[in-house]
């Protein structure tokens, strides 16, 4: 069956340092992979979005990369504030499908400590 | 701003009380979809609308059902509501489009006493 795993439940790191947020799937060949975040109480925001011929994407202080070799996506946040304490989902739609297939892993809590 | 609002943002049911969750939307975008999160778990699909089409997940238990009567509302109801029904539900818009990003509402929390 098909799987969506992130690395760990909770991520705690110090503020200026880089996060660095993992990704697993299989038994799936996406063709796009979205990063979303999502702060306690609140529904999902959208942040990136990678293609499966694209290695790297970047905005502003977060890079995502796609390898579909390894069946895995890094998400990183450089120079991590307080204020990107939240939990980061990421999420996988298949090709073809109906437009109902975005599933989402658990996400990844990160906790920046002043 | 454009936007998808859910309503209410808490409710609080009795074992088998029916409940209605709306959702509405200045997005004008064609899919509506529910989700259901418990907590720290991953959002988990139960229908979307593409149009006027439903479509349902196969494992969404019968309990739930969904209406949309015009592009810009989409409701949930939960016809019996169980403690195991206890969870945040979220409703979210996407373009037709291969990406199918979501922009999701903040959500509606129900809780069942």
């Known amino acids: 069956s098909q799987k969506i795993e992130q690395n760990s439940e909770a991520l705690n790191i110090q503020e200026g340092k880089t996060a660095t947020l993992t990704c697993n799937y299989t038994?799936?060949?996406?063709?796009?992979l979205q990063w979303y975040r999502q702060d306690p109480g609140r529904g999902p925001v959208f942040l990136l979005l990678i293609r499966e011929n694209e290695k790297e994407k970047r905005k502003e202080r977060l890079k995502v990369t796609f390898d579909t070799t390894l069946k895995q996506s890094l998400f990183h946040i450089t120079a991590s504030q307080p204020a990107d304490s939240a939990t980061y989902l990421c999420a996988l739609r298949r090709y073809g499908g109906s437009q109902g297939n975005l599933i989402f892993g658990k996400g990844t809590k990160l906790s920046v400590k002043p | 701003d454009a936007m998808v609002i859910q309503n209410p943002r808490y409710q609080v049911t009795q074992f088998g009380k029916p409940v209605t969750l709306s959702c509405s939307q200045t997005?004008?975008?064609?899919?509506m979809y529910w989700y259901q999160q418990k907590s720290s778990q991953a959002p988990k699909l139960l229908f979307h609308y593409y149009d006027k089409d439903f479509n349902n997940e196969a494992d969404t238990p019968d309990n739930f059902q969904s209406r949309r009567p015009n592009t810009s509302f989409c409701f949930l109801d939960i016809r019996s509501p169980g403690l195991g029904d206890a969870a945040m539900y979220l409703c979210?818009?996407?373009?037709?489009?291969?990406?199918?990003?979501?922009?999701f509402g903040a959500g509606s929390r129900l809780t069942v006493l």
């Open positions: 979210a818009t996407s373009r037709v489009s291969g990406a199918n990003v979501l922009t």
């Open positions: 997005l004008n975008h064609n899919v």
């Open positions: 038994n799936y060949s996406p063709a796009y």
